[in-house]
């Protein structure tokens, strides 16, 4: 709401400065956004006198001039055909104009200029707001006219405009007047009424048009006047220039009537022209499914049977709230109008303005809610405006259809309840005189209690909760002071275990040395297709936003895999040698489509790395650290992913689930995702591995005797997997082995075409006692039987 | 014979003194004690001696041999220590060139944020919370106070998924389902994700809030207060200060904006805090009994008070992160910024 101070003073003293006063609002509920000085939209732009004026010498069409800024006199050269002795404004060497250009002194064409001749656009104003001022001209001013004055002030545009933020709670501080009643409250003086005044002297309203309200549940207010031998001008200059301070474009004495009503009275207008209403009739009537109108901005609307319009006997002039058809406004031969100041249900506004997709200031108000008193305060101050522009004879009379509404609803109370919800002490004198310079009496009741009287302008106003709301803020909220549940139980509070076993996760990736990163949710169908999920997959059953920023941004992802891989292919392009990263996030998988219930939520993990560490067993050590870590054993077989290296990818497993997958990222698609470097990934399923992980460190009894090691290599095809020979030795029943590991994969032409050897050491250790020679050549023997058995291992050579 | 084992002596000292470093020594050992080294052969000539001569030479022998190894011993210490001190100069350091870090990573500063003030919360009393990210419209707006249609719903830019569904434009669902669900006393903070159509240069589609909630039979706008006021100090400075500002959300009645005074300036004015000393946080108010009520708690025994704070905006004055893009952009010169730190 753009409210200027010269507009609040209509109706409140306001002896404080702009910032103050902001302050002053911000206290009691109004956030002040911004503050605009008009005068300052262009700096050292001054009255001054054209002294003497002579042909430029080296330049046919500019002249050289004397100006008399009142202090001195200087030299401007311009192109305006200038004769001296004219009145006008200057901008000064050093001065900004109101579209941020700086002027600055300096030679034209060989002549100093030490500055340049003014319109109204270089102040920010234009030729309609100046009488008298032609367009593409420099300003004039009156002869005598003080010299060396700020021009801008000089024309009366120096007003200061508050940019006022109102919650939606009070749709009623859409207006100066309301708003200048919160002022009163706020800097604890008077508010005046709007001036309501004039003669009506016309023939009676009734005699004109007939108002019919056929829903008065979507119209429950509707009231008329009539205006006879109209005069179509422009409105005075402060009206316009008041229009044009928030924003409005002044169009003709009407318009602007109705215009500023809307913004001064927060009453939503429309003029009709008496000559387009059909049959002398005004019907307020849902429309008929498919009705047609087209409105003042000439689109073709189509209605709905849900839709309000204002119709006259055989057809629709206006949708209700919205805007006007396009014959229903003023034309310059109007000769009488039916001014209209209606209520119309905001929801029905809103819902018909979204589905025509059409909007004006008065939509826009009444979807924010209107109250009862307005219909009428508006159209009185619309007549009275009329009558004080002499813009046409007013007839008399005002129809009137109306439902019959609580002006008042009655909230009973006692101090002690509010005192309760602030926590602090409520004084009853302070607390009565508050809310009376609210607009809200309030008279006690037996037993102490108290009845607030509120008006149906503040039908946010419900309760007792909105009545210690109402006190406090204009009290003072430093009233309160901080307690720690000073009247409540004690709770224990904590964590959750799978937001702890989250954040257990995110500090071991970290302890592992990656960088934690976050991405959007939402992400680009062409996801799947990227990462070659099959066409049956689960995966491509994904939650779509109908309204999405776009389509990149349109579908709720179902992998976490793609969001990595764009960012490891955005450090990669940006001068990142090396990245290794992790994200904990969700996945989003429907039940079923369209949405009916609300879809699963799985929470991942992923991990991403490229640069000159980075491998797959560099991927792999990150993994076997996080899991040894949670203490969970995987197991790795090689995987089948399509969009991973198909020698270079494993799925996991955790006691025969699969949990996720790692491995080396397809060349061609980390190719599709713009990356020049070989990319690693994995992704696990964080509420498996919660479910699989045992979770507890416990102790295991350990040998103070010297342990045993044993190397052993064996050739066996190159098929054999060395994770299942591991598991083999570790399965062979040779008692006391405490581990067995590979440490030399060895191919060769002396090993044999398809074969390889494996070199594997194995620890044997007892708790009681130093092993022998002969225990552990025995125990190796079993080892080897089972490697042979299981994989045709021989002996190397 | 005395004669010339006091030769060997003399001739075995003047090497022990000549000799200068261990492996010298060594020689010099093994020429004159070693096993047939020239003292040693020498004793083996006692036996050659008459009885009488015997122990009297024997012990002239002894007497120079110990001599010798004394000679020796002290000679080698000197030596020894000598030497180490040679190889403990040649073994110096520039102690200046770096270290061997091993690879130190780092959490999302969204995430420390997020830790930190839940901690804060723990500590008061309040367990933690999360909820679905695509909500029911029933839960992200009507059961708050906003009906459909209600001008409020223009506060919030809202992503949808079909008339029922939507990305919640709040963590504010879960007040209603910890309500739903739960039983007073409820104490929860409840992070999270939120979603709204909003992208410039100020605005991020998707961005996290912290929700808190409190419902038990007497709670008032001063505990609220008072909680804040420990939250701020907390992640701020511990002089730092909070005031209220009267403000409007449909699901709390009073509501207020909650401003601290700013990090940056410490509440003299500065750019951060637009000359006002002042830096908005956080929403918050008393639950609205309408709320309560349409979640089934009485509204006559039971209130209580909730907010919601956006981490962006806290993990930008935190750090002083200048662009709430930087958050998602995630380039690791960003990420790996934010190390440890050490609470003072």
Redesign the interface.
């Known amino acids: 709401m753009l409210a200027p101070i010269s507009w609040l003073k209509d109706y409140v003293d306001i002896n404080v400065s702009p910032e103050k006063l902001a302050e002053k609002l911000v206290a009691i509920g109004f956030e002040v956004e911004g503050i605009e000085y008009q005068a300052k939209k262009a700096t050292s732009v001054k009255t001054c006198k054209i002294v003497s004026v002579e042909k430029h010498p080296n330049a046919d069409k500019l002249r050289v001039a004397q100006v008399d800024i009142g202090s001195s006199v200087i030299q401007v050269v311009t192109n305006v055909p200038v004769e001296g002795g004219e009145y006008t404004a200057v901008a000064l060497d050093g001065a900004r104009l109101a579209d941020g250009h700086e002027i600055k002194r300096g030679e034209l064409r060989g002549v100093l200029s030490e500055g340049m001749l003014c319109g109204p656009e270089e102040i920010g104003m234009t030729a309609a707001d100046i009488d008298g001022q032609k367009e593409d001209d420099i300003l004039r001013f009156p002869e005598g006219t003080p010299l060396g004055e700020d021009a801008a002030v000089a024309l009366g545009f120096d007003d200061v405009i508050l940019d006022v933020s109102v919650t939606a709670n009070r749709p009623d501080c859409n207006s100066i007047y309301k708003l200048a009643k919160e002022v009163a409250v706020a800097l604890d003086t008077e508010c005046r009424e709007p001036e309501i005044a004039y003669e009506a002297t016309g023939d009676d309203v009734r005699g004109a048009v007939d108002v019919k309200v056929l829903n008065d549940a979507l119209c429950p207010r509707y009231m008329a006047a009539c205006v006879r031998n109209v005069k179509i001008f422009p409105s005075p200059r402060k009206m316009r220039m008041r229009l044009r301070a928030v924003g409005i474009r002044p169009i003709n004495n009407i318009v602007d009537i109705t215009n500023y009503v809307l913004t001064e009275i927060g009453q939503p207008m429309h003029a009709f022209d008496l000559r387009y209403l059909s049959g002398g009739e005004i019907v307020v009537r849902n429309a008929d499914e498919g009705e047609h109108i087209v409105t003042l901005d000439g689109k073709d609307n189509t209605m709905t049977s849900s839709m309000l319009a204002i119709c006259d006997a055989e057809k629709p002039v206006a949708v209700a709230g919205i805007m006007g058809g396009e014959f229903s406004g003023i034309q310059p031969d109007t000769s009488t109008i039916i001014f209209e100041s209606a209520k119309f249900a905001r929801d029905s506004v809103r819902r018909t303005s979204r589905a025509l997709n059409l909007r004006s200031d008065s939509s826009a108000r009444f979807e924010k809610g209107i109250d009862f008193a307005s219909q009428e305060y508006g159209l009185k101050r619309a007549l009275t405006l009329v009558y004080q522009t002499g813009s046409g004879e007013i007839g008399k009379g005002v129809i009137d259809v109306k439902v019959d509404y609580p002006e008042v609803k009655d909230i009973e109370f006692t101090t002690a309840q509010l005192g309760r919800i602030l926590g602090c002490s409520v004084p009853k004198a302070k607390l009565v005189s508050i809310l009376a310079k609210l607009g809200i009496p309030v008279t006690p009741k037996e037993g102490g209690k108290l009845v607030a009287h509120v008006p149906d302008a503040r039908s946010d106003i419900d309760g007792v909760n909105d009545i210690a709301e109402e006190f406090i803020r204009v009290y003072g909220y430093s009233h309160i002071k901080p307690t720690l549940f000073k009247y409540a139980a004690l709770t224990r509070g904590g964590v959750p275990r799978d937001i702890a076993f989250r954040n257990r996760v995110k500090e071991e990736l970290a302890a592992l040395g990656l960088n934690e990163c976050i991405t959007y949710s939402f992400t680009s169908p062409s996801f799947a297709d990227k990462l070659r999920i099959p066409g049956d997959s689960e995966l491509r059953k994904w939650v779509s936003l109908i309204n999405p920023l776009g389509e990149a941004l349109s579908v709720m992802r179902t992998v976490l895999t793609h969001s990595m891989l764009e960012v490891l292919a955005y450090n990669a392009a940006h001068f990142n040698k090396s990245a290794a990263l992790f994200e904990i996030a969700k996945t989003y998988h429907p039940k079923a489509l369209p949405l009916t219930e609300l879809p699963e939520e799985r929470e991942k993990l992923v991990i991403g790395m490229y640069g000159a560490d980075a491998d797959y067993f560099a991927l792999k050590g990150v993994a076997e650290g996080l899991f040894a870590a949670l203490h969970v054993e995987a197991e790795y077989a090689p995987s089948s992913l399509a969009f991973l290296h198909p020698g270079r990818g494993a799925d996991v497993t955790v006691n025969g689930r699969n949990v996720g997958y790692l491995g080396e990222i397809h060349p061609d698609v980390a190719e599709a995702y713009g990356a020049d470097v070989r990319l690693y990934a994995a992704e696990f399923d964080l509420e498996k591995l919660l479910e699989e992980c045992t979770g507890k460190a416990s102790f295991r009894e350990f040998s103070r005797y010297p342990s045993v090691e044993r190397d052993l290599a064996v050739v066996v095809s190159d098929e054999v997997p060395a994770g299942d020979m591991v598991k083999a030795a570790l399965n062979a029943g040779a008692e006391d082995l405490t581990s067995a590991e590979v440490f030399d994969v060895y191919r060769g032409a002396q090993i044999g075409e398809g074969m390889k050897s494996v070199a594997m050491s194995f620890t044997f250790s007892s708790v009681e006692r130093t092993l022998t020679d002969e225990e552990i050549s025995s125990r190796m023997q079993k080892i080897y039987s089972a490697l042979e058995s299981a994989f045709g291992a021989k002996i190397r050579a | 014979m005395k004669a010339q084992i006091e030769s060997i002596k003399q001739a075995a000292l003047a090497a022990v003194s000549a000799a200068s470093d261990t492996q010298a020594l060594g020689e010099v050992r093994v020429r004159y004690l070693g096993k047939s080294g020239e003292m040693t052969s020498l004793m083996k000539g006692l036996g050659a001696l008459s009885k009488e001569e015997r122990p009297e030479m024997g012990k002239v022998m002894n007497a120079a041999r110990a001599e010798i190894e004394a000679a020796l011993e002290s000679k080698t210490a000197q030596v020894a220590q000598r030497e180490k001190e040679e190889r403990l100069a040649l073994e110096k350091l520039d102690v200046t060139l770096p270290g061997r870090q091993?690879?130190?990573?780092?959490?999302?500063p969204?995430?420390r944020v997020r830790?930190d003030i839940?901690r804060v919360?723990?500590g008061?009393?309040?367990?933690?919370?999360?909820g679905?990210?695509?909500?029911?419209d029933l839960y992200n707006f009507q059961l708050l106070n906003v009906?459909?249609?209600?001008?409020?719903r223009?506060?919030q830019d809202t992503?949808?998924?079909?008339d029922?569904?939507v990305?919640r434009t709040h963590t504010s669902p879960m007040q209603a389902r910890m309500m739903t669900t739960r039983k007073p006393?409820i104490?929860v903070v409840i992070p999270g994700?939120v979603?709204r159509?909003d992208?410039d240069a100020s605005h991020s589609?998707?961005f996290h809030q912290i929700e808190g909630l409190?419902i038990?039979?007497?709670?008032?706008?001063?505990?609220l207060?008072?909680?804040l006021?420990?939250f701020a100090q907390q992640m701020f400075t511990k002089d730092t200060e909070i005031?209220?500002?009267?403000?409007?959300f449909?699901f709390t009645?009073?509501?207020?904006?909650v401003d601290v005074t700013c990090a940056i300036c410490g509440g003299k004015g500065c750019r951060v805090c637009k000359g006002t000393g002042w830096v908005e946080i956080l929403g918050a108010g008393?639950v609205?009994?309408?709320v309560l009520e349409m979640c089934g708690i009485d509204s006559t025994e039971y209130?209580g008070f909730a907010f919601g704070l956006g981490l962006e905006r806290i993990a930008m004055i935190k750090y002083g992160i200048p662009n709430i893009k930087l958050?998602?952009?995630?380039?690791?010169?960003f990420?790996?910024q934010f190390n440890g730190e050490v609470e003072k």
């Open positions: 091993p690879a130190r990573g780092t959490l999302h969204i995430t830790e839940v919360f723990l008061m009393g309040f367990e933690v919370a999360e679905p990210e695509i909500e029911s009906p459909k249609d209600h001008p409020a223009d506060m992503f949808y998924v079909n029922s569904y990305l006393p104490r994700r979603y159509s992208d589609p998707i409190a038990d039979k007497h709670i008032t706008l001063g505990d207060e008072g909680c006021l420990a005031r209220l500002r009267p403000s409007y449909p009645e009073p509501s207020v904006e008393v609205n009994p309408a209130g958050f998602y952009e995630n380039d690791v010169r990420l790996k």
